[in-house]
C-alpha cells in the first residue's frame, strides 16, 4: 500500500483510469512525472497556452514519497522545473495548481478524511464521517511570482503551518487552524450551500480512487499470500487529503497510507520546553475511526458471530450490515446480549459494495490485472516473463496472420525495456529478475484492443478485449477439466483430449460453466491428476 500510494505511482494508476474514463476521473489535477515526461510537460504547456492565450497556469512540483510538504514548491513555467541535482535521482510529480480552492476566512484549507479498506476481495471500502480540515494561516491570494514562495498561504501542511506565528490551537472544533470537516460543512449549508452533493461527490471520488488502485495492489497481494489460503485478515486505515475547489467540486491531492493517529500536539510551556497537550479535535475524529475499524475487523466478533449463526437461524444479517445502516438508516443496535450496546453508534460508513453497482462498470483494469495474475506463474513474483506474456498471447486466441507470435515478442520487449527503464518500480528492481509489470501489461493490453476493436472508444476496446479473453480462458478451463477425466463429450461424440496446448472453438463448444466453478473444479481435478511440478497450469512460465 505504501508503494501504491507514492505519488508517482498514484499519478500512473489515476491517469491509466484517465485514459479509460476521462470525464469520471477529471478530480485529480493534470499530472506529469519528472524527470521521464518533462519533455512532454513543456510541449503539452506550451499547445495549451497556444491553444488559450489567457490560460495563466501555475504548477506544483512533489517530490515522489514526499510527505509534510517535504520538497514541494511552486511555478509559473516548466522551465522553472529543478531538473538537476536532487530531482535527477529523486522522480517527482509536477501537477497544475488549483488556483481557486474554496476559502474560509480569507483562508486556504484542505480536507483530510480517513477511509478504511477493510477487505480487497470482496472490495470493501469505509468511509469516516467527519474528517480534518487543515488550515494555511496567511491569508490566500491567487498565485504570482511575488508570492509563490509563501508557504503559509499555498501549503495547508500541519507540520508546515504549525511553525507560522499566526497557527491557531483551539479547544473549539469550529475555529482555529485545525477544525472539523462537519463544522466546516454546517458553514457551507447554512450560506445554502448543497452539503449532500458534496459529500456524495467526496463518496464518489474516493471510490474511484481505490478503484484505480486495487489492481496492482492485487498483484502485490497475491505475491506475498498463498493463493487458496485465507491468509492474515489484512485492512487498511488510509488518509485522503482532499482540496474543495471555489465550485465545491473535490480534488484529490494524495493519499496516505499512514496517517497520523496522534490526538495530542505540543504546547510550548516557556523557551524550549515542550508538553504534550490532548487536541480535542483530533481527538473528536481520530478516536472514532480507530474505534470503528477495530469494531469492524474484530475477529473474536466475527467468531462470537458464527457461533451465533450457527445455533439461531434468525441470526442471518451480519454485524456490518447493521452497523453500516446504524447511524444512516436508523436502525437501532440490538441491544440484548450485544457487548458493543454501549458503545457509540458508528462513524465509519460502509459505501462499498453499498453503492457497487454504480461504480462496477469502472473496474476494467481489475480485470485486466486478474488475466495478468493468472500468468504470472511462478508463486512470489510480480512481473510476467516472456513465456507467460506468449501463454496469454495463446491461450485468449490474441494471435492470427496479422499478428504473428514473432511481434507477440516484439511487443513484449519494446513495452517491458521502457517501463524496466523508468526504474519507478522501487520494491522490485534489486529483489526479482526485470520481467513485465501490471502497468506494463495494462499498455500491452490496451495496445492489442485498440489493434483489435479499431473504431470504439478505448474504455470499449478494452472491455471487449477483456470480454474476449475471459471467454477463452473459460472455454479452456472447461475444456482442462473435462479432459481431468479423460474424455470430452462433445454433440454425442467423444473426442480424446491432449493434456496440453488445447485448442477449442468456444462457440462449438458446450455451454460455458461458471468461471469460478470451473476454475475451482479445474484446480481439484489437477491436484488429483498431476503432481504441482508439472501441473499443465496456464500461468507456467
Ligand atoms: P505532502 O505529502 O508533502 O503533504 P501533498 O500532495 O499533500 O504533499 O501537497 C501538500 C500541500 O500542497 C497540500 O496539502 C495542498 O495544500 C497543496 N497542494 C498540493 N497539490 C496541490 C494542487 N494541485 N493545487 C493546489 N494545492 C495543492
Redesign the pocket.
Known amino acids: 500500500m505504501t508503494e501504491m500510494v507514492r505519488?508517482v505511482t498514484l499519478s500512473r494508476a489515476v491517469r491509466t483510469m484517465q485514459d479509460l474514463f476521462p470525464v469520471e476521473y477529471n478530480f485529480y489535477?493534470r499530472?506529469w512525472i519528472l524527470p521521464e515526461e518533462f519533455p512532454l510537460f513543456v510541449t503539452e504547456v506550451r499547445m495549451m497556452k497556444e491553444s488559450d492565450p489567457s490560460w495563466k497556469p501555475?504548477?506544483?512540483v512533489?517530490?515522489d514519497g514526499?510527505?509534510?510538504?517535504?520538497?514541494?514548491y511552486l511555478i509559473k513555467d516548466p522551465s522553472d522545473a529543478r531538473l538537476a541535482g536532487s530531482l535527477q535521482s529523486r522522480p517527482a510529480?509536477v501537477?497544475?495548481?488549483?488556483?481557486k480552492?474554496l476559502l474560509v476566512d480569507k483562508l486556504?484549507?484542505?480536507i483530510r478524511l480517513y477511509v478504511l479498506l477493510k477487505s480487497l476481495e470482496p472490495l470493501e471500502i469505509y468511509i469516516a464521517k467527519d474528517g480534518l480540515s487543515?488550515f494555511?494561516t496567511e491569508p490566500y491570494q491567487e498565485p504570482t511570482l511575488k508570492n509563490l514562495h509563501q508557504v503559509f498561504m499555498?501549503?495547508?501542511?500541519y507540520?508546515?503551518n504549525i511553525h507560522s506565528g499566526n497557527f491557531i490551537h483551539s479547544d473549539n472544533v469550529n475555529t482555529g487552524s485545525k477544525r472539523t470537516f462537519s463544522s466546516i460543512l454546517c458553514r457551507l449549508s447554512s450560506r445554502g450551500a448543497d452539503v449532500k452533493k458534496v459529500w456524495s461527490d467526496i463518496i464518489s471520488l474516493v471510490i474511484k480512487t481505490i478503484i484505480a488502485l486495487t489492481p496492482e495492489l492485487k498483484v502485490y497481494y497475491q505475491s506475498d499470500i498463498p493463493a487458496g489460503k485465507p491468509g492474515p485478515t489484512c485492512f487498511q486505515i488510509l488518509g485522503f487529503?482532499i482540496?474543495l475547489m471555489k465550485n465545491l467540486k473535490p480534488?484529490l491531492?494524495?493519499v496516505?497510507a499512514n496517517p497520523s493517529m496522534r490526538i495530542e500536539h505540543e504546547q510550548e510551556l516557556s523557551p524550549g520546553v515542550f508538553e504534550n497537550v490532548p487536541s480535542p479535535v483530533d481527538e473528536e475524529v481520530k478516536v472514532a475511526v480507530i474505534r470503528d475499524t477495530l469494531r469492524l475487523v474484530d475477529p473474536h466478533k466475527k467468531k462470537r458471530k458464527d457461533i451465533q449463526s450457527q445455533t439461531s437461524e434468525h441470526v442471518s444479517e451480519t454485524r456490518e450490515d447493521l452497523l453500516d445502516a446504524g447511524p444512516a438508516g436508523g436502525l437501532e443496535y440490538e441491544t440484548s446480549k450485544n457487548p458493543e450496546a454501549g458503545l457509540p453508534s458508528l462513524c465509519l460508513k460502509q459505501v462499498f459494495p453499498k453503492y457497487a453497482k454504480q461504480f462496477n462498470y469502472l473496474r476494467l483494469v481489475d480485470r485486466v490485472a486478474a488475466l495478468f495474475i493468472r500468468f504470472l506463474g511462478v508463486k512470489g513474483t510480480t512481473k510476467l516473463g516472456p513465456t507467460g506474456f506468449r501463454t496469454f498471447i495463446r491461450n485468449c486466441k490474441l494471435s492470427n496472420s496479422n499478428f504473428s507470435m514473432a511481434s507477440v515478442d516484439i511487443l513484449y520487449i519494446d513495452i517491458t525495456r521502457r517501463w524496466n527503464s523508468m526504474g519507478i518500480d522501487h520494491k522490485e528492481s534489486v529483489t526479482f529478475l526485470a520481467g513485465m509489470c501490471l502497468q506494463a501489461f495494462v499498455e500491452a493490453f490496451f495496445c492489442l484492443a485498440q489493434k483489435k476493436y479499431k473504431s470504439l472508444p478505448l474504455h470499449e476496446q478494452v472491455a471487449s478485449l477483456i470480454d474476449f479473453c475471459e471467454y477463452h480462458l473459460a472455454a479452456l478451463d472447461e475444456k482442462r477439466l473435462l479432459c481431468g477425466r479423460g474424455v470430452v463429450e462433445r454433440r454425442g461424440a467423444a473426442v480424446t483430449c491432449p493434456t496440453d496446448g488445447l485448442e477449442v472453438t468456444p462457440a462449438l463448444h458446450a455451454p460455458l460453466l461458471n468461471r469460478t466453478a470451473a476454475a475451482g473444479k479445474l484446480a481439484d481435478c489437477r491436484s488429483h491428476r498431476y503432481p504441482a511440478a508439472v501441473s499443465p497450469g496456464a500461468g507456467r512460465d
Open positions: 505519488k489535477p499530472s501555475t504548477f506544483i512533489k517530490p514526499g510527505c509534510q510538504g517535504d520538497g514541494i510529480v501537477q497544475e495548481y488549483i488556483c480552492p486556504k484549507f484542505d487543515r494555511c499555498h501549503l495547508t501542511n507540520s508546515l487529503d482540496l480534488m491531492l494524495e496516505n
